[in-house]
C-alpha cells in the first residue's frame, strides 16, 4: 500500500511568486485535503476535493487554489507569494467511505520559505 | 477564534512514567475528537480517536478521555518510551457542514531514558 507522498519536499519562492505542490493519494482514497501548518502552530485546514471538486474551504484568500485529477492527485497552487505564506504544506488523503472517525493520513510536506 | 487549545507547548516525564497530554475546546459542536503524533521531518500520525458518545478509548499504552462537560481531552501515554518524543496534535472534527479537523497548537513531549 503506496502512502501519501508530496513534492517537493522543500522550495524557496520571492514575494509576488506562484507555486505549485503536489500530492499523491494513498491508494484506495478519493479524498484530498491540504493543511498549512506555520511554525510552531498547528495545521490549518486549507480546502478538501472530492471527485475533482472543492468540498470546503477554510479562511484562505482564492489566491489558494488547487485541483484533483481523476487519479485523485491533487495540486495546491499559491499565487501572490506573501512572506506569510512561508509554512509547511501538508496533503491529506482519505475515504469517504471510511471518514467515519475523521482520521486522514498525512504526507511528509512540502516546506515552502518565502523570501 | 481559536476553538481548540493545547495550553502546555512542552511536557517532559521519565520513561517508564506516564505522560498526560491535555487539550481544552470551546464549543460542543464536535462529533469525533482526535490525537496526532508528529516526529521532525515527518507528516502528523494518526494516533487514537473518540467519539462524542464515548468518554474513553483505549488502544495499547495510550488511552484517551472525554470530559463534555469540562469540554476537556487527554491523552494518557503509560509506560512512557523515549520513542514516544515527538509533538502531539489534538484534533476536532465538526458533526455537520464542512468535516475538516481543527488542530490544537500542539504540545512537545519528551521522554527521558
Known amino acids: 500500500e503506496t502512502g501519501v507522498t508530496q513534492s517537493p519536499t522543500h522550495l524557496i519562492k520571492t514575494r509576488g511568486q506562484q507555486v505549485t505542490l503536489r500530492c499523491s493519494s494513498q491508494?484506495?482514497?478519493?479524498?484530498v485535503s491540504w493543511y498549512q501548518q506555520a511554525l510552531g502552530q498547528g495545521p490549518q485546514f486549507i480546502f478538501q476535493?472530492?471527485?475533482?471538486?472543492?468540498?470546503g474551504r477554510g479562511n484562505f484568500p482564492p489566491r489558494f487554489s488547487g485541483l484533483q485529477f481523476p487519479n485523485y492527485s491533487s495540486e495546491l497552487n499559491v499565487n501572490a507569494l506573501e512572506l506569510d505564506d512561508s509554512a509547511l504544506y501538508l496533503c491529506?488523503?482519505?475515504?469517504?467511505?471510511?471518514?467515519?472517525?475523521?482520521?486522514?493520513?498525512f504526507g511528509e510536506g512540502s516546506r515552502l520559505t518565502v523570501l | 477564534d481559536q476553538q481548540v487549545k493545547q495550553n502546555s507547548p512542552s511536557l517532559s516525564v521519565q520513561e517508564g512514567r506516564i505522560s498526560i497530554l491535555n487539550c481544552d475546546y470551546t464549543n460542543s459542536m464536535f462529533d469525533y475528537f482526535l490525537w496526532y503524533k508528529k516526529y521532525p521531518a515527518e507528516g502528523p500520525t494518526f494516533l487514537i480517536s473518540i467519539s462524542s458518545i464515548k468518554d474513553k478509548n483505549e488502544d495499547g499504552r495510550f488511552t484517551v478521555f472525554l470530559n463534555k462537560s469540562a469540554k476537556h481531552l487527554s491523552l494518557h501515554i503509560v509506560p512512557s518510551q523515549p520513542g514516544d518524543s515527538a509533538v502531539y496534535f489534538c484534533a476536532v472534527r465538526r458533526e455537520t457542514g464542512r468535516r475538516a479537523l481543527t488542530f490544537g497548537s500542539g504540545t512537545r513531549l519528551q521522554v527521558q531514558p
Open positions: 476535493y472530492y471527485r475533482e471538486e472543492e468540498n
Open positions: 491529506a488523503s482519505s475515504s469517504i467511505g471510511g471518514e467515519n472517525t475523521g482520521e486522514l493520513f
Open positions: 491508494s484506495g482514497h478519493n479524498t
